[in-house]
C-alpha cells in the first residue's frame, strides 16, 4: 500500500473514531439530563412534601393554642365572675351583718326597759314601741351609725370594712 493510502487510511479511522466519541457523548448527555431532569422533579416533590406537611404542623398547632387560649379566657372570665359574686355576697353579708346588729341592739334596749334594767333611752318604752307595741320601722343608712353598745362606728373609718366581731354576748345576763 501506499504511504498516501494508508495515510488516508488513518486519517478516515481517525475521523470515524471522533465521531464515534462524539455521537456516544452526546448520548450520554441525553441519558445524564433525562436522570438529572427526573431526580430534580423528584427533589420538588420531596420538598413540596416536606412543605405541607410543615404547614399542616404550624395550622394544627396554631389551632391548638387558639383553641388553650378560648379555654383560658371562658376560665379566667368565670373566675371572675365567681370572684365578684363573691364580693357583692360578702358586701351584702357585711350590710345584713351590721343591719342585725342595729336591730338586735334597738331590740336589747327596749328589752331593757321594758324589764325596768335601763334608763338610757329618753322617753317611755311605750314612746319607743309605739301604741301598737311594735317596734317602728324606720329606714336608715347603718353603715355610718355608730353601734349604741360601744359607740363605736358600725364599719371601720373608711367605711368599706366590717369593724371587728366582738366576743359573743350573752342577750339575757
Given at each position: 500500500m501506499s504511504p498516501g493510502t494508508v495515510k488516508l487510511a488513518l486519517v478516515g479511522a481517525l475521523a470515524l473514531l471522533?465521531?464515534?466519541?462524539?455521537?456516544?457523548?452526546?448520548?450520554?448527555?441525553?441519558r445524564y439530563g433525562g436522570q438529572l431532569a427526573q431526580q430534580a422533579l423528584?427533589?420538588?416533590?420531596?420538598?413540596?412534601?416536606?412543605s405541607n406537611a410543615a404547614a399542616a404542623k404550624i395550622r394544627t398547632d396554631q389551632d391548638k393554642r387558639l383553641a388553650l387560649e378560648q379555654r383560658l379566657s371562658a376560665s379566667d372570665q368565670s373566675h371572675h365572675e365567681a370572684l365578684t359574686n363573691a364580693q357583692k355576697n360578702q358586701a351584702r353579708l357585711r350590710d345584713l351583718l351590721a343591719t342585725a346588729d342595729l336591730r338586735l341592739s334597738v331590740l336589747l334596749d327596749v328589752w331593757q326597759?321594758?324589764?325596768?334594767r335601763s334608763t338610757s333611752c329618753r322617753g317611755s318604752p311605750k314612746a319607743a314601741a309605739g301604741s301598737d307595741g311594735q317596734?317602728?320601722?324606720?329606714?336608715?343608712?347603718?353603715?355610718?351609725?355608730p353601734n349604741r353598745r360601744s359607740g363605736?362606728?358600725?364599719l371601720g373609718s373608711n367605711h368599706d370594712e366590717p369593724s371587728q366581731p366582738k366576743a359573743h354576748r350573752s342577750l339575757f345576763r
Open positions: 471522533l465521531i464515534t466519541a462524539v455521537s456516544i457523548w452526546q448520548v450520554q448527555d441525553w423528584l427533589h420538588q416533590s420531596n420538598l413540596s412534601t416536606l326597759i321594758r324589764e325596768g317596734l317602728p320601722n324606720h329606714s336608715v343608712d347603718i353603715r355610718h351609725q363605736r362606728p358600725l
